[in-house]
């Protein structure tokens, strides 16, 4: 490709720097807008102030990228994630929150899609959307209380939440603007060099894995296409006691839940 | 460059870790900060992915399989923990449970009353004039 | 006798620690449930025991027990030495640990009559087996920190046991002394490890490591010194010795296999073992020297207790107290007889004198034993038929009601007082031949062991004086039975009495078989470092003196306790009694000149500390009590206020990280 691709790995090439503050901040104004609160919300203020600093916040980091397709689908699914988390943490009714969430894992199984991990995305979907969502509902729907109440329609201390989230945003951002272009291993990939996976004696399966690491048309390290089959190779010969204890857990955790959950007075705890 | 790099998906994956901190901290209801800790984990989860891609290295997303174990292991257990607080409390609301507090504090007490359930206006009270009319039975149906 | 392959007596070894210490495991932990099978599991344990060490006997007998040594592991290493699991399997090992299973053996089958019934068996049960596991330990490791684990161990196992009724203030209060004062001398023990670990010939702390170590003859006096104390206060000898009459509070099968047969005799084993060991295998004048002073004092220590200990016993009207204060008087006896030094005499060499004097002590350990055990365990039985009473004087005449019980105690006390020719007449023989012979050489020292052959002479009359009275006062005169018995005034069951024909048919069998026959003396032979010389049988002087003391002793017990008919005693024993009562006022001497003392230094002390060190101390503390009551109120039990000091935390680090770089 051309040389001017290259220009984004110098030091602080990537536009954002305190600009980022701006966004920020008129985004959390419109999350602490939005929080509920027994007052009343303005939701007309609050949602745009809040589109408006995601909206800001998505120029900014975007501003050097060309506007290719999978830059749309970019801004897409992550509008749709950050969307649906905003309305995580702002809707006054948990059911409509719960739902929310599957919003976001939606949005963010799309960005597992875009990241080469198409397994990833199912399983994202099934597991949260499908099982743990569903059963918050469950849970939602036993417990259900009457609007407006304690627990849904006050929030604590809503101003000191979005000053601190907004603070942690905007020095994660900075410190990601500042060290992008430095991220020194990332580089050596960028370059093709020094590949760890193929410098050293591992296990063959990781080398079957990552032998077919190749860098894509824009100097990007590409995954191998069989996603799937070489995440099982991955899992079931590199981790392969990992996934056993994991199983464990599972069982360990479904027993638990069982004694936890149990009426107390029916009967002998397991 | 023509399509997002890593430090792209580190700012949404950033954004969502951070909403969801600010949902933990704000909201009151025990399955909303559950909801909350979860947006987190998707977060973390997306930057693995992300690392995952761009390092050529498929250790990322065999650990975000294993977070997605841990997570539905963490999801059922905090059910069965929610279940049980709900059971003694009859209510989601996190701040019921303040025990934990010093001695000497007083319980950190809502005073603002909730919408629906402000005090109603007192009625007028009429005084009583003449003889009070004979009612009719259906009038006492509103 | 036979042939076994060096991994099948290794196997076999391992055989005897091990499965009583995984019986006593599995008796703890099926005891909650099945208390039932604590009894099976730790007889069948301890009957494992038995049989293998049996079978090593047998196996090494043919070839008189030359030393094996059988690897098992290392423990630890300590930069170049390690310290292993090895046993040091020799003759005189071997022969101890066969007396310690059988005679545990034994007391776990009369214990399962004993302690029927008791809600604490399993745990009864299964201390014991942890105790005999721990004396097969202590008895067979190779290297002096694994015997220290032994040692320790049948400490414990001591301790717990004495306080197993630990409800009862005084079975507390006596396991707490027993366990202080063995203490003081486990740590003289440790200082002897400790100090021969720093000599570079000994560092590997192994038996032969030690013994072939070329040492300075003050650090083999030291190392003796501190073994000595060591011993002192295991075997209860004076001025340690308070400790064992009060252990009679434990359950009686306790006091017959830990503080009669077995754990109180190991500092006399340690001791046979060390004194010959240490002398090395040249004659090394200042080394032998070394070793004759502390042999002095285990000489003079062993007499003052054996006499004094014979003394109290006499006037003694608890059963169980009598028998404690004879152990004491017997273990006396064998540390006599551990004094008697090399001094040249005749042909033979100082190291066999030596050798003959701790085959003497090991002799009568084990005879003793035997029939220690056997007295114990019908004192046991007669406890257990009066309903917990072992006070003489509220029982009597019991030979007609307890006929198996009363043959087994006359067969023991015939033993104690040392008649021919049972076996304690062969092993205490032994013990005065070695003093009468010491007495003979011309020696500096002749006259101290004429002493302590008088004093061992005057110790066997006493020894036959207070068994018979005791036995007078148990089993004949008119029949008193105390009200506390109830239904179980008569013989015991068959699971006690079957152990008694048995340890008594050994009490009367054991001396003469491996006594006159020399086959003890023939296999200890071999056991490494002893240098023992052929020696027959004869009738000599101190023998016919000893049987003479012992019928004076017996027919006065006669005179006094059965013909006056427990009447006219009082008077002439009177001062015995008091003397015997207040146990030669030795217990009297510490609480004044140590107890007291110390307890009035200690409130004084203790004064000082509440009145002006801890206002002082209190002050410091004011400070930090005023600067935590300023953030008190952060600690408002909301939740969400930890979370949110956590994210200030975070973004704290954060800036640390882009800001303030």
């Keep these: 490709m051309t040389a001017g691709m290259f220009a984004i790995t110098e030091a602080g090439a990537y536009p954002w720097s305190w600009w980022v503050l701006g966004p920020i901040s008129v985004g959390m104004l419109g999350i602490y807008q939005l929080l509920p609160r027994p007052e009343g919300t303005s939701v007309r203020t609050g949602g745009f102030l809040a589109v408006f600093g995601l909206a800001g916040l998505m120029a900014l980091v975007l501003g050097g990228v060309l506007l290719s397709v999978e830059t749309v689908l970019f801004c897409l699914f992550s509008g749709v994630a950050v969307c649906g988390a905003a309305l995580l943490v702002t809707l006054a009714n948990p059911a409509r929150a719960a739902l929310a969430f599957t919003v976001v894992v939606l949005g963010v199984a799309g960005l597992f899609l875009l990241l080469a991990a198409p397994f990833l995305m199912g399983a994202n979907i099934i597991v949260y959307a499908g099982a743990i969502v569903v059963t918050f509902l469950f849970v939602l729907m036993l417990a259900q209380q009457h609007l407006p109440n ?22 994660i951002l900075l410190a990601l603007g500042e060290d992008a272009g430095k991220l020194e291993s990332y580089q050596e990939v960028r370059e093709g060099r020094a590949l760890e996976a193929t410098r050293s004696p591992v296990a063959p399966v990781r080398r079957a894995a990552e032998s077919d690491l190749r860098l894509d048309m824009s100097g990007v390290p590409a995954l191998p296409a069989d996603n799937t089959a070489f995440l099982g190779a991955n899992l079931y010969g590199r981790h392969l006691i990992a996934v056993e204890l994991a199983g464990v857990l599972l069982v360990v955790a479904t027993l638990g839940a069982i004694a936890v959950a149990q009426r107390s007075g029916t009967g002998e705890a397991l | 460059m023509n399509s997002p790099d890593l430090p792209h998906y580190l700012a949404c994956a950033a954004v969502l870790f951070v909403l969801g901190l600010v949902g933990f901290l704000a909201r009151r209801n ?4 559950f909801l909350s800790v979860e947006l987190m984990v998707q977060g973390v989860a997306l930057n693995f992915v992300a690392f995952a891609r761009f390092r050529g290295n498929l250790d990322g997303q065999s650990f975000v399989l294993f977070m997605l174990t841990v997570a539905a292991c963490e999801a059922a257990l905090a059910l069965a923990l929610i279940l049980a607080l709900y059971r003694t409390q009859a209510s989601l609301d996190v701040s019921l449970w303040q025990n934990l507090r010093e001695d000497d504090l007083d319980a950190t007490e809502d005073d603002e009353p909730l919408p629906g359930m402000m005090p109603e206006a007192p009625l007028p009270s009429l005084p009583v004039a003449g003889i009070a009319p004979a009612r009719p039975e259906e009038s006492n149906r509103v | 006798m036979f042939e076994l392959s060096s991994e099948v007596l290794s196997g076999l070894a391992l055989c005897v620690p091990v499965l009583p210490l995984i019986a006593a495991v599995v008796s703890a932990v099926l005891g909650s449930t099945r208390p039932s099978l604590a009894p099976l599991v730790a007889s069948i344990g301890v009957l494992g025991a038995f049989a293998a060490s049996l079978l090593l006997l047998l196996a090494t007998a043919g070839h008189g027990g030359a030393a094996h040594i059988f690897h098992y592991g290392t423990w630890f290493t300590i930069s170049h030495h390690s310290i292993d699991w090895e046993i040091r399997l020799d003759a005189l090992a071997t022969a101890m640990v066969c007396m310690v299973t059988f005679i545990s053996f034994w007391i776990v089958i009369f214990s399962q009559g004993y302690m029927d019934g008791d809600l604490g068996s399993a745990r009864f049960f299964s201390l014991v087996s942890l105790f005999v596991g721990a004396m097969a330990i202590l008895v067979l490791a190779n290297s002096l920190v694994v015997m220290f684990l032994g040692w320790e161990g049948v400490g414990v196992c001591s301790y717990l046991l004495v306080g197993f009724w630990f409800r009862k203030p005084e079975a507390a209060a006596a396991a707490r002394k027993a366990f202080l004062v063995t203490r003081l001398g ?13 000599q570079p010939g000994s560092r590997a702390l192994t038996f032969d490591a030690v013994f072939s170590a070329h040492l300075d003859a003050g650090i083999v006096y030291f190392v003796l010194l501190l073994l000595l104390i060591g011993a002192v206060g295991k075997s209860a000898q004076f001025p340690l010795h308070v400790w064992l009459p009060d252990a009679m509070e434990g359950p009686t099968p306790v006091s017959a296999l830990i503080h009669a047969a077995t754990m109180v005799t190991a500092g006399v084993y340690l001791l046979a073992r060390f004194f010959p060991g240490m002398t090395g295998e040249s004659v090394d004048l200042s080394r032998l020297d070394a070793i004759a002073s502390v042999q002095d004092l285990a000489g003079g220590l062993g007499a003052i207790t054996a006499l004094s200990a014979a003394i109290m016993a006499m006037g003694q009207s608890d059963l169980k107290r009598v028998l404690a204060y004879s152990t004491l008087s017997q273990l006396g006896y064998m540390f006599m007889v551990l004094g008697v030094s090399g001094e040249p005499r005749g042909e033979h060499l100082p190291q066999e004198v030596i050798g003959v004097a701790a085959f003497a002590s090991i002799f009568h350990l084990l005879t003793h034993a035997f029939f220690k055990a056997l007295l114990f365990l019908s004192a046991g039985s007669v406890m257990h038929a009066m309903g917990h009473i072992i006070d003489m004087n509220r029982f009597g005449g019991l030979r007609r009601l307890m006929p198996i019980t009363h043959a087994s105690f006359l067969v023991g006390a015939l033993a104690l007082a040392g008649f021919p020719p049972l076996s304690g007449f062969f092993s205490k023989d032994e013990i005065l031949l070695e003093l009468w012979n010491g007495s003979l050489t011309g020696g500096p020292r ?4 004429a002493i302590l052959f008088s004093v061992g002479l005057i110790t066997a009359g006493l020894t036959a004086y207070y068994i018979f009275r005791a036995y007078f006062k148990t089993f004949h005169g008119e029949e008193k039975i105390p009200h506390e018995a109830g239904h179980h005034a008569h013989e015991s069951p068959r699971s006690m009495t079957v152990p008694l024909m048995v340890l008594a048919v050994c009490s009367v069998v054991v001396g003469l078989a491996v006594g006159p026959t020399g086959i003890l003396h023939h296999y200890l032979s071999h056991s490494s470092h002893w240098h023992l010389h052929e020696s027959a049988f004869s009738v000599n002087i101190p023998m016919i003196l000893g049987v003479l003391a012992a019928f004076t002793g017996v027919a006065v017990a006669w005179m006094l306790h059965k013909a006056a008919a427990s009447t006219a005693k009082k008077r002439s024993m009177g001062l015995f009694e008091s003397l015997a009562d207040n146990r030669l006022y030795i217990d009297g001497l510490y609480l004044a000149t140590l107890v007291r003392p110390l307890a009035a230094l200690g409130s004084v002390v203790g004064w000082l ?47 640390m990280f882009t800001v303030a770089r």
């Design chain 1, 150 to 171: 304690d627990a849904d329609s006050r929030s604590r201390e809503p101003f000191l939440a979005c000053l601190a989230g907004g603070s942690a945003l905007l020095l």
């Design chain 2, 30 to 33: 025990l399955i909303l900060m």
């Design chain 3, 609 to 655: 500390d509440r009145e002006l060190i801890s206002p002082l101390i209190e002050l410091g503390a004011t400070v930090p009590r005023m600067v935590g009551g300023r953030f008190r109120s952060a600690q408002n039990g909301l939740l969400q206020f930890y979370a949110l000091a956590m994210a200030l935390g975070l973004i704290v680090i954060l800036a």
């Design chain 3, 446 to 449: 002749s006259a101290f062991f």
């Design chain 3, 186 to 198: 486990d740590v003289a023990l440790l200082g002897a490890l400790l100090l021969l670990a720093c």
